[in-house]
Nanobody
Framework: QVQLVESGGGLVQAGGSLRLSCAAS????????MGWFRQAPGKEREFVAGISWWISRNTYYADSVKGRFTISRDNARNTVYLQMNSLKPEDTAVYYC?????????????????WGQGTQVTVSS
């Protein structure tokens, strides 16, 4: 089993920044890909960004966040980050960290094996 704990959410004004963290523990050797997803009220969970656990340059972003968000990871700390800049009200959602045993960065939530509890991000206009 892999346990994931997110932190760093909060309330920020439009144009501001936040950095989310996802700390992993347990059988972390099972993780090959890490992803960030978000879910707004009344909407489906959607992919935000993904990164290979072993190849840091292997990243992938949703078009809606490309150029504003950056995913990174610190293997020594078993932690993945999501730096969010130029935030918009439409970025408001619960953000989830997920781990996948697949070596390919998947964008479908059902393919991920482990999930954190989520952290709320609210962007005011």
């Amino acid at each position: 089993q892999v346990q994931l704990v997110e932190s760093g959410g909060g309330l920020v004004q439009a144009g501001g920044s936040l950095r989310l963290s996802c700390a992993a523990s347990g059988r972390t050797f099972n993780m090959n890909t890490m992803g960030w997803f978000r879910q707004a009220p009344g909407k489906e969970r959607e992919f935000v960004a993904g990164i290979s656990w072993w190849i840091s340059r292997n990243t992938y972003y949703a078009d809606s966040v490309k150029g504003r968000f950056t995913i990174s990871r610190d293997n020594a700390r078993n932690t993945v980050y999501l730096q969010m800049n130029s935030l918009k009200p439409e970025d408001t959602a619960v953000y989830y960290c997920a781990a996948d045993r697949s070596v390919t960065i998947e964008t479908t939530p059902a393919t991920y094996d482990y999930w954190g509890q989520g952290t709320q991000v609210t962007v005011s206009s």
